[in-house]
Nanobody, 118 residues
Framework: QVQLVESGGGLVQPGGSLRLSCVFS????????MYWYRQAPDKQRELVAS???????NYADSVKARFAISRDVAMSMVTLHMNSLRTEDTAVYYC????????????WGQGTQVTVSA
C-alpha cells in the first residue's frame, strides 16, 4: 500500500520561501507521476505542480517562475520549492501519486498547512 508523508509547511512572511517534502513508500516510486495540490479555505482543491517519472514538470500559471518541483529517486521523495510566497498561496498542500500503468491507483498524503502572512 502506497503511503505519502508530507512535511515542511509552516508560517512565512510574504516574499519568503518554504520547501515541502513528500516521502513515498510502499511501491516502486518510478512508476508514479507525482503531484502537489493545494486547497485554500472555501475553495476547490487545485493542481499546483506535477512531475512525471521521467522528470517532466508542469505548473499552474499562478506559481510559474516561483515554485519548482523535483524528485529524488534514491530517496523516493518529491519536493516543492516555493519562493516569493504570496498571501494567496496560503492553503493546505497535498502530495498525490498516480500510477502510470494503472491511473485509477491514486494516493494522497495527509496535507501540510502553508500560511503566508505578515
Amino acid at each position: 500500500q502506497v503511503q505519502l508523508v508530507e512535511s515542511g509547511g509552516g508560517l512565512v512572511q510574504p516574499g519568503g520561501s518554504l520547501r515541502l517534502s513528500c516521502v513515498f513508500s510502499g511501491s516502486f516510486f518510478s512508476s508514479y507521476d507525482m503531484y502537489w495540490y493545494r486547497q485554500a479555505p472555501d475553495k476547490q482543491r487545485e493542481l499546483v505542480a506535477s512531475i512525471t517519472g521521467g522528470g517532466i514538470t508542469n505548473y499552474a500559471d499562478s506559481v510559474k517562475a516561483r515554485f519548482a518541483i523535483s524528485r529524488d529517486v534514491a530517496m523516493s521523495m518529491v519536493t516543492l520549492h516555493m519562493n516569493s510566497l504570496r498571501t494567496e498561496d496560503t492553503a493546505v498542500y497535498y502530495c498525490n501519486a498516480r500510477n502510470v500503468l494503472a491511473p485509477t491507483n491514486v494516493y494522497w498524503g495527509q496535507g501540510t498547512q502553508v500560511t503566508v502572512s505578515a
